[in-house]
């Protein structure tokens, strides 16, 4: 299994070459953020040594909800209707609490159409990394403004923006979800560490990565063209991350650092962040990203991580193997409960 | 004729009409009777009118019968709506400090109570229930003991005290009528039978957890939310998996995503729920990913009449979700069939991997009935079709989820399986689940891809048994009914036969696939057929048209928030025997 075992390409811990973690060839725009993103994802599920048939894809519709597609074609992949990838999810996870769920969304798909289903599947806490590709337009219709738009940004046609934007970091904070950040599909090295911190972390990650839509809002008058993210991303601190099959260096630096060992004996490491910046401390989270939005600075980073929480599946009187495997006499209740169900009738 | 008793008790939400009904209902099945229990109520918690109507009799009551013997009225509206119904031979126990009677039919026994010289009311609060309850039993000529163990139970071993002050009030009831007043000319019999007693509700939830239901959604909507009650309260212990969730779309998608892991997955709805997850039944379909959903249909449109039955949603099936695909729907006969027909509606939609929809109704849904335990099979056939759940190397790198056979099936592995994985997706997509419109629209793959989801349509068609006839085959008249008015029709054509009218019944329960070459067989000799439902457009018989072209000589339609009763239907036969009537809209008599 190791690398040095077999001659010929470079491979992972579990013996995989890469290349095993590509997916289809893109059919999105040329530029187009999503698929840096898809790039990201790739790198960090090798780096990760993740079994690819162990990952369920997930996504609901648009460009964002098709990269799902280009990456890891050796996964199972469920491309839902248009909002509900949440509940598909949820079901899906709960009856395998064994696969590892990645779900891929849009800011459309999150923030407008599926809201409800957004603020619902952060409360649970389930075992899900879910992923905005966040472009502030619904790309596949064309372009109009999606509800992460921000206010008096503008179409290329001319078009203001005239509703606040809903900042689906703050919202994942307050409703539950154990870890949160921001990223920008322009910023390789962040949003491959905060990828890979991702696949460490037990119950629900929700990262939303801006990524500018090259063809219909990357121009002047945007707040999600590159241009722009040039010039207004503020990260929180550095995300560093170091896997639990990796030696974990002594020195990091007190006081400004923040180090939290996570569930798999990993090492999320946040430095350089702002004077009594408490990660674990929601109100803090959510109150930078209130003051950055309003000095116009988009905030990126990890805000918020709680490895105490249980994650949803812990809490449910789950067996742990797939409940599609159990055997017929196991998915019938069992003869005792039936009869005293039954006495309660005669 | 099915010689039955019935007992009606009405008063406001809030008044306690719920516990005397379990208390005859219990009695009743012990003493081997067989019952049907029917509540008409409002969507109010406190105050309304709530009408309890419990009947029994030895052999099967499949409905809640035409008239009532004993009325027990809690209050005085009660008194009001119901006292002038009463015919010859019946009663009506009611409380004399504070319940007037008013008009009544010669021969209708008023029985007063008085409640306070009875009883210490200001202790107990139900004081005039119980008594009531103690009256009944004594003119019934039921032995005390059967009640005095139903009241112990109740109570349980944890407030004897209490338990023995309530025998105590029962006791007295039944003394005070047994010297006051006159038994009922038949006291109710006994048979050495045992009989469960359940809602529709119940029994769908049990029909469920006997299919192997392994995840369970729902949202609350009268009235299907006894479903979810039923798993709620035995989820855990049975290992099923239980969700409420924050609406109806969610609940669907959700059920679909736990059928994808594998698993049978069940949600149940009303029609307002049910609109809330067109969407998805598309996407079980097109992801050919079978799971089952329940309508427990009540009026409409709208939120409708929360509380009232119809059988409006037929259309709202066949028509859920655009674009064509299969889809299987079934309507339980009664409320025994509301157990039976879900394992074997998981089979069928299993086998052929597409959603499958279940049209109950309030009536079958919150009404109670006798159930023989042998009927209820918790161990029922279950056939999951074609399911790869294990890596048997046969397919590696080649497997297609959506592989085009001659049936249409494609074998389905569950996620995680190495060799196995696919893309499942809502857009249309190729045999390996891969859209198939991204660059350009492959048309040929459209066709064939459409093309072997519908050949499923044969397959379920052959799996699915059609209708049969019942009753004499030279009947003067054919009644065609579906779902929930088998029970009315069944006895409708009992009371006609009395009256020298010979009556058979064509009663739907698969209602798509249809059947329609096998019914325009069956109906080919009939001399008039009659369609009877629940509702204003006739949509059933709308859909049989549509399918077959048939057309009948008449229809009963009844969407006054109530359900048949049986003289509704022998009524309305006979106006349209008589003359040239074809449509009749039978009233109901009382508001309830
Ligand atoms: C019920 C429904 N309404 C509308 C659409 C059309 N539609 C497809 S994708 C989309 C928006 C996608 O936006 P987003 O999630 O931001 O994805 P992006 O294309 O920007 O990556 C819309 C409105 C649909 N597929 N389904
Ligand atoms: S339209 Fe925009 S979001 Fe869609 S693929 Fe092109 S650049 Fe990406
Ligand atoms: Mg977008």
């Not at chain 1, 005239?162 to 900042?167: E, R, S, T």
């Not at chain 1, 999320?268 to 116009?296: G, I, Q």
Request: charge should be negative.
């Amino acid at each position: 299994m190791a690398a040095t075992a077999t001659p010929g390409p470079k491979v992972n811990r579990i013996g995989l070459p890469v290349l095993e973690y590509r997916g289809g060839k893109t059919t999105l725009c040329a530029g187009c953020g999503h698929n840096a993103i898809s790039e990201r994802i790739i790198d960090a599920l090798y780096e990760m040594g993740v079994q690819p048939e162990r990952v369920m894809k997930l996504s609901g519709i648009g460009c964002s909800s098709k990269s799902p597609a280009y990456f890891l074609s050796r996964a199972h992949s469920f491309n839902s209707v248009h909002g509900r990838m949440p509940s598909v999810a949820t079901g899906a996870l709960l009856a395998n609490r064994t696969m590892m769920g990645l779900g891929v969304s849009g800011d459309g798909d999150t923030a407008s159409i599926g809201i409800g289903q957004f603020v619902h599947l952060m409360r649970r806490n389930l075992n899900l990394i879910y992923i905005i590709e966040d472009n502030g337009v619904y790309g596949l219709t064309k372009g109009q403004f999606s509800a992460t738009a921000d206010i008096g940004s503008k179409l290329k046609t001319g078009v203001v923006n005239d509703l606040p934007a809903i900042d689906t970091c703050s919202l994942a904070i307050q409703l539950g979800a154990t870890f949160v950040g921001r990223s920008f599909s322009g910023d390789k090295k962040q949003l491959l560490t905060m990828l890979k911190a991702a696949m460490a972390h037990k119950g629900t990650v929700m990262l939303d990565v801006i990524s500018p839509c090259v063809t219909f809002n990357d121009h002047e008058g945007s707040t999600r063209s590159y241009k722009y993210m040039q010039d207004h991303e503020e990260p929180v601190g550095e995300v560093g991350f170091v896997p639990s099959f990796e030696e974990i260096d002594v020195e990091y630096e007190e006081g400004s650092s923040f180090d939290v060992e996570m569930h798999d004996g990993s090492h999320l490491r946040l430095k350089k962040l702002p004077e009594n910046y408490d990660p674990t401390d929601r109100a803090v989270a959510v109150r930078t990203l209130m003051e950055a939005h309003e000095n116009n600075e988009i905030l990126t980073g990890v805000f918020y991580i709680d490895t105490q929480k249980p994650a949803f599946t812990d809490l449910l009187n789950l067996v742990d193997e797939p409940l599609a495997l159990l055997p017929q006499s196991r998915t019938r209740p069992p003869k005792k409960v039936l009869d005293e169900v039954m006495s309660k009738h005669l | 004729m099915n010689h039955t008793f019935s007992i009606g008790i009405g008063g406001a939400a809030g008044q306690g009409v719920a516990t005397p009904g379990d208390i005859f209902a219990k009695i009743f099945s012990r003493r081997g009777l067989h019952l049907n229990a029917y509540n008409a109520y409002q969507s109010i918690i406190r105050g309304g009118h709530t009408f309890l109507t419990i009947r029994a009799g030895v052999d099967p009551v499949t409905n809640m019968g035409d008239t009532i013997d004993l009325l027990i009225p809690l209050n005085q509206d009660t008194m009001d709506r119901h006292l002038r119904l009463l015919g010859r031979g019946g009663a009506c126990i009611y409380n004399a400090d504070t319940i007037k009677p008013g008009e009544h039919a010669d021969g209708v026994q008023l029985c007063a109570l008085p409640v306070s010289t009875l009883a210490d009311i200001t202790k107990n609060k139900v004081a005039q229930n119980t008594l009531a309850i103690g009256a009944a039993l004594s003119m019934m000529g039921i032995g005390f003991q059967a009640l005095e163990d139903v009241i112990r139970e109740q109570f349980g071993k944890k407030a004897p005290a209490v338990a023995d002050e309530n025998i105590a009030v029962a006791r007295a009831g039944y003394d005070y009528a047994t010297q006051h007043f006159q038994a009922f000319a038949r006291p109710l019999p006994m048979t050495d039978k045992k009989y469960a007693v359940l809602s529709g509700n119940t029994a769908l939830a049990m029909g469920g957890a006997a299919a192997g239901v392994k995840f369970y959604s729902a949202y609350p909507m009268s009235p299907s939310t006894g479903v979810l009650h039923w798993f709620a309260t035995h989820g855990r212990k049975a290992g099923i998996m239980v969700r409420q969730v924050e609406d109806e779309i969610g609940v669907v998608n959700m059920a679909i995503g736990a059928a994808h892991a594998g698993v049978r997955a069940m949600c149940a709805t009303s029609g307002g729920g049910f609109a809330l997850m067109s969407e998805a039944l598309g996407l079980s379909a097109m992801a050919e990913i079978p799971i089952v959903v329940i309508d427990c249909m009540r009026a409409g449109p709208s939120t409708g009449v929360p509380t009232k039955t119809e059988q409006g949603d037929l259309w709202q099936m066949l028509g859920a979700a655009f674009g064509d695909y299969p889809r299987v729907i079934a309507a339980p006969l009664d409320i025994a069939d509301c157990f039976t027909l879900i394992p074997e509606i998981f089979n069928v939609v299993d086998k052929f991997q597409v959603p499958g929809l279940v049209l109950c109704d309030l009536l079958l849904s919150e009404g109670r009935l006798s159930v023989d335990p042998s009927v209820l099979n918790f161990a029922p056939p279950v056939d999951r079709g074609e399911m790869i759940t294990a890596p048997n190397g046969h397919a590696e790198g080649g497997y297609k989820r959506y592989l085009i056979t001659d049936s249409g099936v494609s074998p389905r592995a569950i996620p995680g399986i190495p060799g196995y994985t696919h893309v499942v997706s809502s857009d249309e997509h190729d045999e390996d689940g891969v859209l198939i419109s991204d660059m350009f629209t492959n048309h040929a793959k459209r066709r064939a891809m459409m093309e072997k989801r519908m050949r499923k349509e044969q397959g379920i068609a052959a799996a699915v048994p059609p209708p049969t006839l019942q009753g004499p085959a030279d009947a003067d008249v054919t009644l065609i009914g579906w779902g929930s008015t088998q029970g009315v029709i069944e006895e409708a054509r009992a009371q006609l036969a009395e009256q020298g009218i010979t009556a058979n019944q064509l009663q739907i329960r698969w209602l798509a696939p249809l059947h329609g070459d096998a019914i325009l067989d069956l109906l080919k000799n009939a001399k008039r057929t009659i369609i009877v439902e629940n509702n204003y457009s006739g949509q059933f018989a709308r859909y049989l048209r549509s399918e077959t072209s048939f057309v009948a000589d008449g229809h009963i339609r009844k969407y006054d928030g109530e359900p048949f009763m049986p003289h509704h239907i022998v009524d309305a036969v006979r106006e349209q025997l008589a003359g040239d009537v074809t449509l009749s809209v039978p009233s109901h008599e009382v508001m309830v």
